[in-house]
Every structure is written in structure tokens, then in C-alpha cells.
């Protein structure tokens, strides 16, 4: 048939024309397999065309969207005007799905429309995630084997109805007078394989890969007849460089036309396959023109355009292209195999290009912020509008990189555990807010990533200059990428300890500002020093293992807090960090940690928790949700001895009755242990539903006195500090003289001293 364009397929329903009508043996498998449940089900129609399936699914108990990018088609179906049909002009392949929410259909079907599609495997993809946990998508097909080579185009071969079943956990196909009927269930996750072709010959050791990007931000994969995903590339020819080699390849396999200008060489890789040595280059091609085609069909059966965070979901990919790709977007493949890889200086121009989903996302995560008044200034909400937040995160779905609510981890130690993430966009927000920068500025990040450098880099304005310095050299090396794909120019990555700032960087008067972004157990000295005067410091400190994003504003020496946001971020994996003293109780169950200063004297805990445990009310409540942030922060600082319960939840015997979070404020002292939970309140006439009181408990002959101690501690924070917020705070370096600090509880750390100046002081 060979309809490319929206007005042919127009032409052809004005004109009534009509496809295959649907016979009685696909009505009996769908009823057979995939049958309307219970409640009625919702499905979608995809290429409905008339509207023929699309009516009679709602005749057997389906809610249906049916969906086409024909007017004329829908026209005519709507005259119909069936029940439980909802007809919407949708383009499945180019538009914003937002009118198809995830999770919402039972079944989804694609009725003689499949082989039409040109990027099917993403297609596949973003209807498999509109599916619910047991929804099936059925496509119905004419196959090659049984189609007039003049009608091509319209039927599937048996490499296609593989490509069409490999992502799926579940296939059955059925024949049905002659059209294939292939039933999916269950996606394909993170299951991808990385293949190796034969043994290659002596000559073909060197090569080039083309990396190309459509409008939309999408790579361009072709399948191989090896039935593997491909980059565009190939061998080079004598001595041709590897931009032309690139660029001519990728002429020569897809259509697409490229100037040598356009193709960086970013990085050289080396392998070893069955013996021979394996040199590709990366070559990231920024601009290109021409239609997509496949060209040489003894190597491709097609060419499609893949999301960067679908790429691990793939089947099977060639090595040297995943590497490839790997280098250009460090962390879309997971666990690949080591290689050797030998980056290029340098950089190439931005390359834009996203989907207008990505868009819409980035616009509402802004009004959210907004809202919540984490971002009240003009310039830090234009740097939220402007910023493309998913081309920092390239593995996450638009919908999670653009959740202002959630941090994306980005890197993960041997043990699971994050050591570097993008944090949560409201976060990021109030954290540059409370920066007050001013354009022009040159501003430290400790702690690296990209995104949020480019935020800063934009509030900057085109004068501005950020630095943005961390330990991990993947790190680094995501932040050099991703800054040049999508960034200003205008951010300086540097490898390096951020516990000594940006030596080498600083201005003449110092830095604008600067922010870091990952847990500190103290402040370094650096940070103040390389501070300009007056200006601010933003920095999420512990305070005997609690967080808060302190901003301080530097006078001289001495670091003056402006503000708190609770918080948490990943832990220093610099120089300054630390590992927290603990000791285990009852086998482990229960467990003190001393989050600052050394481990305190345990002996006769373990003897004090055999015995009776003491309990003091302390008649202070909380509402549900209510915060009781600056209790801990209070607690932690004022009372002697203090440190924290943690609890075991698989070893919990209620011995502690700590409630949901597993730690709690705790104070030790002469072999005798109390700690603060809270418990709801239920059994008084005068009780609020759903508020809970403080509950000072204890073990050990010295018990009541100190749970006596902890339950003062709360009532006066109820009584002075409740309704002020947090206290005064400043910061001098360590070495400075207790006649020099103003009054206050002092908490010492090693490159510092830290004044709190509660409310209730003098009272």
C-alpha cells in the first residue's frame, strides 16, 4: 500500500475505502483469551481506523479508547456514536500520550495497523507500560508468506514477528484465516543481552560508530539480520578519518545525510573478539538531514528511534554499540562488560532535541514548585522551565525524572547503597533560592551530577561560571557528557576531593556561593575560606545523624545560619567522611550509635535491659503529618550523654517499643539507657484522633532519673522552642576559645565549633 503520510490514510477513508473486515475466528480467539473481565475492563483500540473491532470489544463488555491519526476514519466512526467508545485523533508514534494514562488497560490491540508503524519497538514499549499488572496486548496481523510483494508493506515476516514477540515475558500466536494473532503479556525489563557477531576478519579491527539523535532526543538503532540492535557503522577504508567513516556509513546504511563538521570523535574504545584486537571509535553526530530508509537490506531489515531510557529493555544489542552508546550517555546499559576506553578532550557543540511530553512534564514540575513555594523567584523557576531535567537522568522515564518529589539514584556502591543521585527537585530548588545568587557570579558545587549545575548555571545567567568538583571519576565523567549534550557551556567539572573546594578556581574576592550536595558530618575549612564575604554557604550537615540543609552566611571567621530545610542526601565519600561508632545490644536487635564524638561507655546496658523497663509520659502531643523536626535538633544538643537507638525490625522482640522508623533520640549515663518514642494517644476522654504523645522510657538503676531528664527536655521544648523554629546558630573554626563564643550549647567537630542558641535560653 505503501501510505507514509496522514493525508493519504485521509484520502483513503474519505474515499470508503476499508481494510480486511473482522472475521469470526478472531471474535472467537479474543473471547477465548483475552475476554472482558468482570468489572468490564477498559481497552484500547490503536490504528482503529472505522471502528469496527473498537465497537465490537465495547459490545462484549470493554470500555474502549480508539484511537487513530485519520480524520476522516474517525469521522466516520464517531457518526456510529457506539457506547463505550471514546474516539481520540492521536498519532501513537509522534504525540504526547498524555490522554493514555499508565497502568489503565486490560487490553490493548493493534489490528492490521502493526506494520505500519516505523519506531515499533518504542511503540511496543510505551503501550506495554499502559498496561495493567495482567493486561495483554494483541496484534493482529497479515504475514509476508500469504501477501501479494506489491502488498509488502502491510504483512510481517517471521524476523518481524520475532522482533514484535522479544521483549515479552509471554507470547502465544494463533492463525485466524490467515492473519497471525500474537498475544503478549508480562514486558521484558532489564533483560538485555549483549551479543558478539563471528569471528571478525584480520582487516576489520577498526571502525566507527555513528551516534545520531532525531527531534525528539531519540537514538537511531537498526535490527540486523543477526537479530541484534546496531549503531550506524562499520570498517574504515584506508586511511579515511573516523568522522568520514562515520558519516559515510551512516549514508550508506540509513539515508541519512551528515558533514564530517557535524561528526566529534568522543572517545576511542579497545577490545578483544576471538583474538583480534578491536579499536571503534565513538563519533557523536550533532546534525543531520534526509529520510530514514533502510538501504542495504542484506545487513538491516529496519532502522528505528530508540528513548535513551529504553535502551536496557532491548533484546540483544551488538557490543561495541552499547559501548558506544554507554560512552556517549554513561549508565543506559547496566553491568556492561569492561573495555577499554580512551576519551577525547574534545567537546562538541549542545545538541537539543526532546519529546513534547518531556516539555509539558518540566512545565508542570515548575507550577508544583511553585506552589509549594519551593521556588518563588523568576529566575530560579526559568532555570527549572529551561533546564531538560531527563537528559541528566538517562536512564529514568520522563515521569520519574520529572517527579519533583523524588531523588533519581545515578550510582550505587558494591552493596547497593547510593553514593550519587540527582536530588529531589524541590529540594534543588530551595537550596539555590537560599543561595541568593546574582548574575555574573562564579558559584563551587560540591558534588557533581549535572543538573543541578546547569540550574545554577542558568540563575548565573551567560556572565556566570559554576564549578563543580567531585570524588568519583563516573561521576565526573557523567557530568562532562550530559553538561555538553544539554548544557550552557558554562559548568567546569573537575575530579577531586570536594572536602578542599575548587583550588585554582576561586576568584579574586571569592566564590558568589557556594552549595553542596551530598551529607557532611562537618564543615570544611576550604568552604569558608573560599567564600566571598557576605555571601552564602549552603550545605546539609548532620548534627548527630540528623540533616538539615543549613545556609550560613559568612562574616569573617564565623559562618551565621540563615535557614534549615530538612533534607538527606548521599553520605561523603571524601576525606572528611566518617563511620559512625556503634555498639550492638541483645545479639544485634538493638543497636547505639554515636553519630558525634566517640562510643560512650556500654557497660551494664546488656544486664540494665534484662530488668524493668521505667516509662514517663511527657503529656506533649503531635498531630499526624505535624513535624517535630527541630525536637531532634533540640534533644541532640542540649541534652548530656546523648546518642540514638536503632532498632533491628527482623530481630525485634518490642523489648524497646521504638515506634515506625526503627530510632530513636536516646541518652546514656552510668550503665543505664532511656530513650523518646512516640505512641498514639486513644485512651483518654480528651484525646485528638490520631495525635500521639512523647513517651520518655528507660532500663538500669539510673533509668528514671534519665528518662525524668529526656521527658523535661521535651516539655521544654513544647513550652519555649515549639513555636520559634529553629536557633540560632554560628560556626567558628575549631581552636577558637570558649571565651570567644557567644552563649549558647557548643558542638565540637574537628574543624569546627557549632553555637546553638536555642529560644529557651536564659528562660
Given at each position: 500500500?505503501?501510505?507514509?503520510?496522514?493525508?493519504?490514510?485521509?484520502?483513503?477513508?474519505?474515499?470508503?475505502?476499508?481494510?480486511?473486515?473482522?472475521?469470526?475466528?478472531?471474535?472467537?480467539?479474543?473471547?477465548?483469551?483475552?475476554?472482558?473481565?468482570?468489572?468490564?475492563?477498559?481497552?484500547?483500540?490503536?490504528?482503529?481506523?472505522?471502528?469496527?473491532?473498537?465497537?465490537?470489544?465495547?459490545?462484549?463488555?470493554?470500555?474502549?479508547?480508539?484511537?487513530?491519526?485519520?480524520?476522516?476514519?474517525?469521522?466516520?466512526?464517531?457518526?456510529?456514536?457506539?457506547?463505550?467508545?471514546?474516539?481520540?485523533?492521536?498519532?501513537?508514534?509522534?504525540?504526547?500520550?498524555?490522554?493514555?494514562?499508565?497502568?489503565?488497560?486490560?487490553?490493548?490491540?493493534?489490528?492490521?495497523?502493526?506494520?505500519?508503524?516505523?519506531?515499533?519497538?518504542?511503540?511496543?514499549?510505551?503501550?506495554?507500560?499502559?498496561?495493567?499488572?495482567?493486561?495483554?496486548?494483541?496484534?493482529?496481523?497479515?504475514?509476508?508468506?500469504?501477501?501479494?510483494?506489491?502488498?509488502?508493506?502491510?504483512?510481517?515476516?517471521?524476523?518481524?514477528?520475532?522482533?514484535?514477540?522479544?521483549?515479552?515475558?509471554?507470547?502465544?500466536?494463533?492463525?485466524?484465516?490467515?492473519?497471525?494473532?500474537?498475544?503478549?503479556?508480562?514486558?521484558?525489563?532489564?533483560?538485555?543481552?549483549?551479543?558478539?557477531?563471528?569471528?571478525?576478519?584480520?582487516?576489520?579491527?577498526?571502525?566507527?560508530?555513528?551516534?545520531?539523535?532525531?527531534?525528539?532526543?531519540?537514538?537511531?538503532?537498526?535490527?540486523?539480520?543477526?537479530?541484534?540492535?546496531?549503531?550506524?557503522?562499520?570498517?574504515?577504508?584506508?586511511?579515511?578519518?573516523?568522522?568520514?567513516?562515520?558519516?559515510?556509513?551512516?549514508?550508506?546504511?540509513?539515508?541519512?545525510?551528515?558533514?564530517?563538521?557535524?561528526?566529534?570523535?568522543?572517545?576511542?574504545?579497545?577490545?578483544?573478539?576471538?583474538?583480534?584486537?578491536?579499536?571503534?571509535?565513538?563519533?557523536?553526530?550533532?546534525?543531520?538531514?534526509?529520510?530514514?530508509?533502510?538501504?542495504?537490506?542484506?545487513?538491516?531489515?529496519?532502522?528505528?528511534?530508540?528513548?535513551?531510557?529504553?535502551?536496557?529493555?532491548?533484546?540483544?544489542?551488538?557490543?561495541?554499540?552499547?559501548?558506544?552508546?554507554?560512552?556517549?550517555?554513561?549508565?543506559?546499559?547496566?553491568?556492561?562488560?569492561?573495555?577499554?576506553?580512551?576519551?577525547?578532550?574534545?567537546?562538541?557543540?549542545?545538541?537539543?532535541?526532546?519529546?513534547?511530553?518531556?516539555?509539558?512534564?518540566?512545565?508542570?514540575?515548575?507550577?508544583?514548585?511553585?506552589?509549594?513555594?519551593?521556588?518563588?523567584?523568576?529566575?530560579?523557576?526559568?532555570?527549572?522551565?529551561?533546564?531538560?531535567?531527563?537528559?541528566?537522568?538517562?536512564?529514568?522515564?520522563?515521569?520519574?525524572?520529572?517527579?519533583?518529589?523524588?531523588?533519581?539514584?545515578?550510582?550505587?556502591?558494591?552493596?547497593?547503597?547510593?553514593?550519587?543521585?540527582?536530588?529531589?527537585?524541590?529540594?534543588?530548588?530551595?537550596?539555590?533560592?537560599?543561595?541568593?545568587?546574582?548574575?555574573?557570579?562564579?558559584?563551587?558545587?560540591?558534588?557533581?551530577?549535572?543538573?543541578?549545575?546547569?540550574?545554577?548555571?542558568?540563575?548565573?545567567?551567560?556572565?556566570?561560571?559554576?564549578?563543580?568538583?567531585?570524588?568519583?571519576?563516573?561521576?565526573?565523567?557523567?557530568?562532562?557528557?550530559?553538561?555538553?549534550?544539554?548544557?550552557?557551556?558554562?559548568?567546569?567539572?573537575?575530579?577531586?576531593?570536594?572536602?578542599?573546594?575548587?583550588?585554582?578556581?576561586?576568584?579574586?574576592?571569592?566564590?558568589?556561593?557556594?552549595?553542596?550536595?551530598?551529607?557532611?558530618?562537618?564543615?570544611?575549612?576550604?568552604?569558608?575560606?573560599?567564600?566571598?564575604?557576605?555571601?552564602?554557604?549552603?550545605?546539609?550537615?548532620?548534627?548527630?545523624?540528623?540533616?538539615?540543609?543549613?545556609?550560613?552566611?559568612?562574616?569573617?571567621?564565623?559562618?551565621?545560619?540563615?535557614?534549615?530545610?530538612?533534607?538527606?542526601?548521599?553520605?561523603?565519600?571524601?576525606?572528611?567522611?566518617?563511620?559512625?561508632?556503634?555498639?550492638?545490644?541483645?545479639?544485634?536487635?538493638?543497636?547505639?550509635?554515636?553519630?558525634?564524638?566517640?562510643?560512650?561507655?556500654?557497660?551494664?546496658?546488656?544486664?540494665?535491659?534484662?530488668?524493668?523497663?521505667?516509662?514517663?509520659?511527657?503529656?506533649?502531643?503531635?498531630?499526624?503529618?505535624?513535624?517535630?523536626?527541630?525536637?531532634?535538633?533540640?534533644?541532640?544538643?542540649?541534652?548530656?550523654?546523648?546518642?540514638?537507638?536503632?532498632?533491628?525490625?527482623?530481630?525485634?522482640?518490642?523489648?524497646?517499643?521504638?515506634?515506625?522508623?526503627?530510632?530513636?533520640p536516646a541518652v546514656l549515663s552510668d550503665g543505664s539507657l532511656a530513650y523518646l518514642t512516640?505512641?498514639?494517644?486513644?485512651?483518654?476522654?480528651?484525646?485528638?484522633?490520631g495525635r500521639a504523645e512523647f513517651i520518655a522510657h528507660a532500663y538500669g538503676v539510673n533509668?528514671?532519673?534519665?528518662?525524668?531528664?529526656?521527658?523535661?527536655?521535651?516539655?521544654?521544648?513544647?513550652?519555649?522552642?515549639?513555636?520559634?523554629?529553629?536557633?540560632?546558630?554560628?560556626?567558628?573554626?575549631?581552636?577558637?576559645?570558649?571565651?570567644?563564643?557567644?552563649?549558647?550549647?557548643?558542638?565540637?567537630?574537628?574543624?569546627?565549633?557549632?553555637?546553638?542558641?536555642?529560644?529557651?535560653?536564659?528562660?
Amino acid at each position: 500500500m505503501g501510505y507514509v503520510q496522514q493525508e493519504e490514510w485521509n484520502t483513503h477513508y474519505a474515499q470508503e475505502r476499508r481494510f480486511r473486515s473482522l472475521g469470526d475466528a478472531e471474535r472467537a480467539l479474543l473471547a477465548e483469551h483475552v475476554p472482558a473481565p468482570g468489572d468490564g475492563g477498559r481497552a484500547l483500540e490503536v490504528g482503529c481506523g472505522l471502528g469496527e473491532l473498537a465497537v465490537h470489544l465495547a459490545s462484549t463488555g470493554y470500555t474502549v479508547d480508539a484511537v487513530d491519526w485519520a480524520d476522516s476514519a474517525l469521522d466516520h466512526a464517531r457518526a456510529a456514536s457506539p457506547a463505550g467508545v471514546r474516539w481520540l485523533r492521536l498519532d501513537v508514534e509522534q504525540d504526547d500520550l498524555a490522554l493514555l494514562e499508565e497502568n489503565t488497560y486490560d487490553l490493548i490491540t493493534l489490528r492490521l495497523a502493526y506494520a505500519f508503524l516505523g519506531d515499533r519497538t518504542r511503540v511496543m514499549h510505551d503501550l506495554g507500560r499502559r498496561l495493567r499488572e495482567d493486561g495483554a496486548i494483541v496484534v493482529i496481523t497479515p504475514l509476508a508468506a500469504n501477501t501479494p510483494s506489491e502488498k509488502r508493506d502491510i504483512a510481517l515476516d517471521e524476523d518481524e514477528i520475532g522482533l514484535l514477540s522479544a521483549g515479552w515475558e509471554q507470547v502465544r500466536r494463533f492463525d485466524a484465516d490467515g492473519l497471525a494473532v500474537v498475544i503478549l503479556r508480562s514486558p521484558r525489563l532489564n533483560q538485555i543481552a549483549v551479543a558478539e557477531k563471528h569471528k571478525p576478519a584480520a582487516h576489520a579491527v577498526t571502525g566507527a560508530c555513528a551516534v545520531v539523535t532525531d527531534a525528539n532526543g531519540r537514538v537511531l538503532l537498526g535490527r540486523s539480520i543477526s537479530r541484534m540492535w546496531e549503531l550506524p557503522g562499520g570498517r574504515t577504508e584506508g586511511s579515511e578519518p573516523f568522522e568520514q567513516t562515520a558519516v559515510r556509513e551512516l549514508a550508506e546504511e540509513t539515508g541519512l545525510i551528515a558533514d564530517p563538521v557535524d561528526a566529534h570523535v568522543l572517545s576511542m574504545l579497545w577490545d578483544d573478539n576471538h583474538g583480534i584486537s578491536r579499536l571503534t571509535a565513538v563519533v557523536r553526530v550533532t546534525a543531520h538531514s534526509g529520510t530514514l530508509a533502510c538501504r542495504e537490506a542484506d545487513k538491516f531489515t529496519r532502522w528505528e528511534w530508540h528513548p535513551l531510557h529504553t535502551l536496557a529493555h532491548l533484546d540483544q544489542i551488538f557490543a561495541p554499540s552499547a559501548q558506544a552508546l554507554d560512552a556517549v550517555w554513561p549508565g543506559v546499559f547496566p553491568g556492561l562488560p569492561p573495555v577499554h576506553a580512551y576519551p577525547h578532550a574534545i567537546a562538541h557543540p549542545r545538541v537539543d532535541g526532546e519529546p513534547a511530553q518531556a516539555v509539558r512534564l518540566r512545565q508542570d514540575m515548575t507550577a508544583r514548585l511553585f506552589a509549594g513555594a519551593w521556588a518563588p523567584s523568576n529566575e530560579v523557576r526559568a532555570a527549572l522551565r529551561a533546564v531538560p531535567r531527563h537528559r541528566f537522568t538517562p536512564e529514568s522515564p520522563l515521569t520519574r525524572a520529572y517527579d519533583d518529589d523524588l531523588a533519581v539514584i545515578t550510582r550505587r556502591d558494591d552493596e547497593g547503597q547510593a553514593t550519587s543521585s540527582v536530588s529531589a527537585a524541590w529540594l534543588q530548588a530551595d537550596m539555590i533560592e537560599r543561595l541568593r545568587l546574582k548574575p555574573g557570579m562564579t558559584v563551587c558545587e560540591v558534588g557533581s551530577g549535572g543538573y543541578n549545575a546547569e540550574l545554577l548555571a542558568h540563575v548565573l545567567g551567560p556572565d556566570g561560571r559554576v564549578v563543580s568538583v567531585d570524588i568519583d571519576p563516573y561521576v565526573i565523567a557523567r557530568t562532562h557528557r550530559f553538561t555538553a549534550e544539554a548544557g550552557s557551556g558554562r559548568v567546569t567539572a573537575l575530579l577531586g576531593d570536594g572536602h578542599l573546594g575548587a583550588p585554582g578556581h576561586v576568584p579574586a574576592a571569592g566564590f558568589g556561593g557556594c552549595v553542596v550536595t551530598h551529607n557532611c558530618w562537618d564543615i570544611a575549612p576550604a568552604w569558608r575560606e573560599q567564600l566571598a564575604e557576605g555571601r552564602y554557604l549552603v550545605v546539609p550537615l548532620e548534627i548527630h545523624g540528623y540533616t538539615r540543609a543549613i545556609t550560613f552566611q559568612k562574616h569573617g571567621d564565623v559562618l551565621h545560619a540563615r535557614g534549615f530545610t530538612f533534607c538527606g542526601f548521599v553520605r561523603d565519600l571524601g576525606s572528611a567522611s566518617r563511620t559512625t561508632p556503634v555498639a550492638d545490644l541483645r545479639g544485634g536487635e538493638l543497636q547505639l550509635r554515636f553519630e558525634d564524638g566517640d562510643q560512650a561507655d556500654v557497660s551494664g546496658i546488656e544486664d540494665a535491659l534484662r530488668g524493668p523497663r521505667h516509662e514517663v509520659p511527657t503529656g506533649v502531643t503531635v498531630a499526624p503529618q505535624e513535624s517535630f523536626e527541630t525536637l531532634q535538633l533540640y534533644l541532640a544538643t542540649t541534652v548530656p550523654g546523648f546518642c540514638r537507638l536503632a532498632l533491628d525490625r527482623a530481630r525485634d522482640t518490642a523489648i524497646a517499643a521504638v515506634p515506625r522508623g526503627a530510632n530513636a533520640p536516646a541518652v546514656l549515663s552510668d550503665g543505664s539507657l532511656a530513650y523518646l518514642t512516640h505512641v498514639p494517644v486513644t485512651d483518654t476522654a480528651t484525646s485528638e484522633k490520631g495525635r500521639a504523645e512523647f513517651i520518655a522510657h528507660a532500663y538500669g538503676v539510673n533509668g528514671p532519673r534519665l528518662a525524668e531528664q529526656l521527658a523535661t527536655a521535651v516539655r521544654s521544648w513544647h513550652r519555649h522552642v515549639r513555636a520559634h523554629g529553629y536557633p540560632e546558630l554560628t560556626v567558628f573554626p575549631a581552636g577558637t576559645a570558649d571565651r570567644d563564643l557567644p552563649t549558647g550549647h557548643v558542638l565540637d567537630k574537628p574543624h569546627s565549633r557549632l553555637v546553638f542558641a536555642w529560644n529557651d535560653e536564659g528562660s
